[in-house]
């Protein structure tokens, strides 16, 4: 992490994509960034529906971490996780935001919203995490 609370390049997933995490905000809700172009697209020109759910579901766990730990971030295991496509997502940064929804010490219910660079509602998600 760096000083100002961003995450860059932590797993090899987040390399590939291109996503950043941002764990500095008040609320204690991970949010990750993504400039979408065309290498995220499908063949449709629009964000392809598996980084849709990979954006998700990582908001959502590192939404987990922070609410378990914000100092340490403990890792977070998808146990489950469904993903509701609403509208599609063109090009532009795009950010996905997780929110604990109940659970208990280790296990937690969380879901998550995609939102296009209009800041339109373009995808959710919804899963159960466990701490590691």
């Known amino acids: 992490m760096d000083a100002a609370g961003l995450i860059h390049g932590e797993t090899g997933a987040q390399n590939l994509i291109g996503w950043t995490v941002d764990v500095r905000q008040p609320d204690g809700r991970a949010r990750l960034y993504l400039d979408v172009d065309d290498r995220h697209s499908n063949r449709h020109g629009v964000l392809h529906g598996g980084i849709q759910a990979m954006l ?41 935001i997780g929110r604990v929804t109940g659970g208990g010490k280790r296990t937690l219910f969380i879901e998550g919203a995609l939102f296009d660079a209009d800041e339109r509602l373009v995808a959710t998600g919804t899963g159960v995490y466990r701490a590691r």
């Open 56 to 96: 998700l579901d990582s908001a959502c766990g590192y939404s987990g971490s922070l609410y378990l730990d914000p100092a340490t971030l403990p890792q977070m295991m998808s146990l489950s996780f469904t993903t509701q496509f609403l509208a599609p997502c063109g090009q532009g940064r795009v950010m996905a």
